[in-house]
Every structure is written in C-alpha cells, then in structure tokens.
C-alpha cells in the first residue's frame, strides 16, 4: 500500500505521496525556506523517508546520504531547467544517465503455473543502488515524455519550491492543506480586513 501525503506529513515530510518518486525527493528540501531546510539533513530522517518510500522501489537498504542528496540535486536542477525553459548543464544529464545505468536491469520469472509472475532483477554488481536507479530510471521518463512533461508544475506559491505533476489542470498548490490553505486564509483575510 503506497503512502499517504498525511503519513510522510505526520512523519514531518510537507510533501510526499507524488506520483513518482523522483519528485517527492527533490521536495525533501525546501528552498523557499530561511535558511534552506534539508529534510534528509541526518540520517533519521534519511532512513525515515527511504522506509516511506519502500513500497514503491526496489528492496534494497538505504543508499548512503550523500547519493541520495546528490541525485536530488541533479533531479532538482534538471527539472528547474525545464520549469525556467532553459537548457540544463549536459553535465547533469550525464549524472542521471549515470545513476540509471549503475544497476542495469532484466525480466525475470518468479513462480510457474498460476503462480508465475514477470518481475525485475536488479544488478547491482556495479556498485549502484538500485533505489536510486529506480528513481533516475522514472526521471529519464518523465522528462523524455512531453505529455506528462507538462504536467510538471513548480508550486503558485511564490515562497514554495515543491514541484508535482499536476494530474488535473487546475491544481495550483505543492499541498492544498499547506500552500493552498495559505492562499485560501490570506484571500479572506484580505475579504474580511476591507
């Protein structure tokens, strides 16, 4: 069962729960904020967010700190790129190029009869993770693939810097219970105070 936004929220997470991985690991850091807040800044919270995740990657324990926040960064630059329309860094496509080749991939059968299932081995002979592949791999689609391209929205809060697919034309807001009851609370303030 895939985890809640309430659930990486109550775990102290403000976003979480996005269709893909990817991006709920590029808002595990605010930088709206003053100053910055990482929020994979020690490794409890680290293991926590990985543990949020396990459902949705391959099984493997945690990657150590320092991968996770360095495809973040890649992850981070390289969808602004896209939001601002400017070119990225080809540096940056080569990292995440990187990550996704480390732990190369193949089908495989699990069971036989009623009982067979097509599944993923994951080869992690090359010193990769195979989260982290898992993650560059959905990335790599996501931005080779305009159509849901599109739907990659930065936050209508100026002070925010979530991004989310916005699966529906009109979400606007990282949260409605964060940015979103933000702007509902400033609007009738501004209602109320005329």
């Known amino acids: 069962m895939t985890t809640t936004l309430s659930e990486f929220q109550a775990a102290g997470f403000p976003m979480g729960a996005e269709p893909l991985v ?86 495989r059968l699990d069971g036989w009869g009623s009982e067979a299932r097509a599944g993923i081995r994951w080869h992690d002979d090359y010193n990769g993770h195979p989260a982290l592949a898992a993650i560059a791999g959905e990335a790599i689609r996501l931005l080779a693939d305009p159509v849901q391209l599109e739907k990659l929205r930065a936050c209508g809060n100026p002070a925010c810097s979530m991004v989310f697919l916005a699966e529906n034309k009109r979400r606007v807001w990282c949260a409605a219970n964060v940015c979103g009851n933000r702007a509902r609370v400033a609007r009738h303030y501004e209602r109320t105070r005329a």
């Open 22 to 107: 990817a991006l709920d690991l590029v808002d595990t850091r605010a930088l709206c904020l003053d100053p910055v807040r990482d929020f994979l800044a020690d490794e409890a919270d680290h293991a926590k967010w990985w543990a949020l995740q396990a459902d949705r990657l391959p099984a493997a324990p945690p990657p150590a700190m320092s991968a996770t926040r360095r495809l973040r960064s890649v992850l981070q630059d390289l969808f602004d790129a896209h939001l601002t329309r400017r070119a990225p860094d080809p540096a940056l496509i080569a990292d995440l190029n990187a990550v996704a080749a480390a732990v190369p991939t193949s089908p």
